[in-house]
């Protein structure tokens, strides 16, 4: 019975905190802060019990001083509860599988956050014991302390857009914009080469009606597209638009939106991931989680590499991130809402297209079946 009211008791408790984050919710935003990053890229609720627990019954880590949420200012007590009074001997702690220190008997060990990526962080301790040893493991999540900046937009230009134009990936390469599409309502996918302003192919492939194109980006004259869920890509060359090679995503992700950053491709899965690959092998390396301070930010979608950021569209909001590649903290935020207004294709869908154009400075954006191609300047 007392087992039961415990669990009622913090059943109660998880319900009380939610109920807390919303009134907060409600209080803030009745306010001129910088929230727009939770109106327009959503807020993430934590689960309550989130914590993992060491699964052996000796020894697990001591959760006492762990808090909700870390930010890369903090520093980490990782420490080990010994409710059987074992004699231990030493303990090697790690995080996310690598070490980190080695201490001497139980003593805690101290670690500092600041150059860990967002996102989870998955503790483990190797506990040594009279000749024996046993694992403790927990988890804790990092969190963006970064105030996302409101970024103002200011329209040039406008250009005409193919409406039967299912846009997912778009870029330039020198004053030419490459165009990706998907394949809604039985359409073929293709891979474009136009003059955006007057909407003249130059050159164009259509994929087979199996593939549903999707992000693209141009590198050491190569073009490299993915596909959304047949989980590969294509590689053709820039000049004639041969296919040189098809690959395996050697991840089980989705593909969505890609830039690079003139060594390395960066592509997205829906999630709130951005991957990291060699474009010499097409295996990923690395990626970061986007956080909109503590706000994981999901469906990140088409992708542009500017001035050393990452610019990204969020599926379904009409507005754009812009995300630090190291860290994965969105440092700025641009309302894209007040473009609709000058869509007239009634089957204009969702705001998706992102590519900047080296030679006039400005970026140029659009959206799944617009019929415009709007280019714009961004400022504070």
């Known amino acids: 019975m007392q087992i039961y009211n415990l669990f009622i008791f913090l059943q109660a408790l998880c319900a009380l905190k939610i109920t807390l984050y919303i009134g907060l919710f409600k209080i803030l935003t009745m306010k001129k802060y910088n929230l727009l990053s939770i109106i327009l890229l959503g807020m993430t609720l934590s689960n309550c019990g989130d914590t993992k627990k060491g699964e052996n019954t000796l020894f697990t880590f001591d959760i006492t001083n762990f808090k909700e949420k870390y930010t890369q200012q903090d520093q980490l007590n990782l420490a080990i509860t010994n409710s059987n009074s074992k004699t231990i001997d030493s303990i090697i702690y790690y995080v996310n599988d690598i070490k980190v220190g080695t201490k001497k008997g139980a003593d805690s060990y101290i670690f500092e956050l600041k150059d860990q990526k967002l996102g989870y962080q998955n503790l483990k301790a190797l506990v040594y014991y009279g000749g024996e040893n046993a694992e403790a493991t927990s988890r804790i999540e990092l969190v963006s302390n970064v105030k996302p900046k409101l970024l103002n937009y200011k329209i040039v230009n406008k250009y005409p857009h193919d409406t039967m134009s299912f846009t997912e990936g778009l870029e330039f390469h020198g004053d030419t914009l490459y165009e990706s599409t998907g394949n809604p309502e039985g359409r073929k996918s293709y891979l474009r080469k136009y003059d955006y302003k007057t909407g003249k192919v130059y050159n164009q492939i259509n994929l087979d009606q199996q593939y549903f194109g999707e992000g693209v980006t141009i590198l050491n004259n190569k073009i490299y597209q993915l596909t959304w869920q047949s989980k590969v890509g294509f590689i053709y060359d820039l000049k004639t638009f041969k296919k040189i090679k098809t690959f395996n995503f050697d991840k089980e992700i989705e593909g969505w939106g890609m830039t690079n950053d003139g060594k390395y491709i960066y ?114």
């Open 267 to 380: 592509q997205t899965d829906k999630t709130e991931k951005i991957w990291k690959m060699d474009p010499e092998n097409q295996k990923m390396i690395d990626y970061i989680n986007v956080y909109s301070g503590d706000s994981k930010i999901k469906s990140i979608n088409e992708l542009e590499w500017i001035n050393g950021k990452i610019y990204t569209n969020v599926w379904q909001k009409d507005a754009i991130a812009v995300v630090n590649p190291t860290s994965g903290a969105v440092e700025g935020i641009l309302d894209m809402s007040g473009l609709k207004k000058f869509v007239k294709n009634a089957d204009a869908d969702v705001l998706n297209g992102i590519a900047y154009n080296p030679k006039t400075k400005t970026i140029f954006v659009t959206g799944k079946n617009w019929d415009t191609l709007f280019e714009i300047t961004v400022s504070e």
